[in-house]
């Protein structure tokens, strides 16, 4: 197994954790060794939970596997029932407990227990987080969907009702996003069934089938769910998340037809993003280059209101998600991009490095990621840590998510005003071309270099950030091969060149100075003069 200092999904169980910390009476007892308890630490200190999951272990130690540790389940079973009396058990094993073989699930069946029991089968070592947590909703659906309704169903309520199906514990501002869209289906004069799993009791699934349509709001969590659904009560369910103004729009219009409502009142509650997007400020984000890395509901929304609505360039779109890789290889190709589609943060990070870009959107590893390199980036979609659980209202989904989105996205940037500042006051101590821009907190980074046809900007393929007058050995990357280069000579500026240097705009300028002495290097040429700066230019211009 290959060992890592992150990633982006934890084993399968994980998963299903994450769905019974999300219902309420469901209680989940998971076979698994001392030093498994780890994942409460995601909900009590990252999400901060005021109580910890709902969850049993057995803790079974090293001296135990000599012995019958079926029966420390079994024991785990009945204090579960004795302290908790929930009103339904998930009973399955962590990917340490796998291996020993015990079969939690017929353990449980054989005890004669008085509460539903509904066991797992996650295979830890082929299955990831998302996985987990989707089987284990699929699974809970089924049972007491199933236990209410077998067959068809006699429609008797008079409005148009909906379930809402994907919202857990530890997704991406999921409470918020559950309160936009009923905010939508209200408007349409349209009733909420069941949330699941979100606040969900055990009992609650039953009612399911009672409704006319599904909302699939997260597929990675909530697809499996909706399709079985579709299969067994004919309920249809929507292929739009509304995040972003298109999809918002399109979403409303897409649940207004399958429910034959009207979408005008949920269409005009409306959003400031389009007024902002129509701003003098705007157009500076036109062209700015961005990277996308997050789950694939996430972003293939980035995706869309990343063209569509800021008019950004798109120059790296990948997931984590392995479920979701084809509808992003899908999205990538329509922009000319082959998708990124790995859990390597490595990879990531070299992606992310060779496309150059001015902002990145991405998980928690990408902040860090982008950090290193000196550009901005906001956070789209988990894993996440304690600072993206934000105590104010935030929301991804609707008109007010959209206008959080801009809000997020734009924070990163430099915006217009403060670059004319900066050229304004090049040569005070506080913004002259060595200090660190505020927005990227304290000290010196190398920045990225940023490929820009304006004029007197040296363009080509190769990277890098600014120097000193006279430049030392530096480590550079080739980025045809993705080899370190050693660059061994020293090249030194002359004064008027350093000065006509510092008239190419400061967020290309880094780039400017490596081509140049790039080509005075290659030249043997131990001074950059006028002549040579000039010279150069017109080189890579070609």
């Known amino acids: ?16 954790m994450r769905i019974a910390a999300s219902m309420e009476g469901l209680h989940y007892v998971l076979h698994a060794p001392q030093g498994d308890t780890y994942a409460d630490l995601l909900f009590t200190m990252i999400q901060r939970d005021k109580k910890r999951p709902p969850v049993t272990y057995t803790t079974f130690q090293a001296r135990d596997l000599g012995s019958d540790t079926a029966d420390l389940f079994k024991s785990a079973v009945k204090d579960s029932l004795t302290h908790h009396t929930p009103e339904a058990l998930i009973v399955g094993a962590s990917c340490t407990a796998e291996l020993i073989q015990d079969d939690p699930g017929g353990l449980a069946a054989g005890m004669d227990l008085d509460v539903p029991v509904v066991p797992l089968e996650l295979p830890a070592y082929q299955k990831k987080e998302n996985w987990g947590a989707a089987e284990t909703l699929y699974q809970l659906v089924r049972r007491f969907a199933r236990a209410r309704h077998d067959g068809p169903v006699t429609r008797d309520w008079a409005r148009p009702r909906v379930n ?31 949330l699941a799993p979100l606040g969900c009791r055990p009992g609650a699934l039953g009612a399911l089938a009672e409704a006319d349509a ?12 909706a399709r079985w659904l579709e299969r067994q009560y004919k309920q249809p369910y929507t292929r739009t998340q509304p995040i972003g103004i298109g999809a918002t729009n399109d979403f409303i219009t897409e649940i207004a037809a399958m429910l034959d409502v009207d979408p005008e009142p949920a269409l005009a509650l409306g959003s400031r993003l389009p007024w902002y997007a129509r701003s003098v400020d705007s157009t500076y984000l036109t062209g700015k280059r961005v990277f996308i ?49 790995t859990d390597d943060y490595l990879e990531v990070e070299d992606a992310i490095t060779q496309a150059a870009p001015e902002m990145v959107l991405g998980t928690q590893m990408e902040r860090h990621i982008a950090k290193r390199i000196g550009v901005g980036c906001a956070v789209i979609s988990a894993p996440i840590h304690v600072q993206d659980f934000p105590a104010r209202y935030a929301p991804q989904m609707g008109f007010e998510g959209a206008n959080v989105i801009w809000d997020t996205w734009v924070h ?13 006051f090049r040569e005070d101590f506080e913004f002259h071309d060595e200090a660190q821009p505020s ?3 304290h000290g010196r980074r190398e920045p990225i270099d940023t490929p820009s046809d304006l004029v007197g900007a040296l363009d080509d393929e190769g990277g890098g950030g600014g120097g000193a007058t006279a430049t030392k050995a530096e480590t550079s990357t080739d980025a045809a091969t993705g080899e370190r280069a050693t660059d061994a000579a020293a090249v030194v500026w002359a004064e008027a060149a350093e000065k006509e240097l510092k008239k190419i705009p400061f967020f290309v300028r880094g780039k400017a100075r490596r081509n140049t002495e790039a080509f005075a290097r ?5 001074e950059i003069t006028l002549d040579i700066l000039y010279e150069a230019k017109a080189h890579y211009a070609r």
């Open 412 to 424: 990163p940037l430099t915006m217009g005003l403060e670059e004319h500042l900066l050229a304004m």
């Open 522 to 526: 290659d030249r043997a040429i131990a």
């Open 439 to 441: 927005h990227l907190g």
């Open 1 to 16: 197994m290959k060992l890592t200092l992150w990633t982006y999904e934890g084993p399968p169980h994980v998963g299903a």
């Open 164 to 194: 809402i199906l994907g919202p857990t514990s530890l997704g991406f501002r999921c409470r918020d996003d559950v309160t936009e869209v009923r905010r939508l289906l209200d408007a349409m004069g349209i009733d909420v069934n069941v």
């Open 293 to 341: 890395y997050a789950d694939g509901t996430h972003a293939l929304a980035a995706a869309r209101i990343a063209r569509e609505e800021f008019g950004f360039d798109i120059v790296g779109l990948g997931t984590y998600s392995r479920e979701m890789a084809r509808p992003v290889r899908e999205a990538a190709a329509e922009i000319g991009l082959e998708a990124l589609i």
């Open 214 to 225: 599904n909302i699939m709001l997260y597929p990675e969590i909530s697809e499996s769910s």
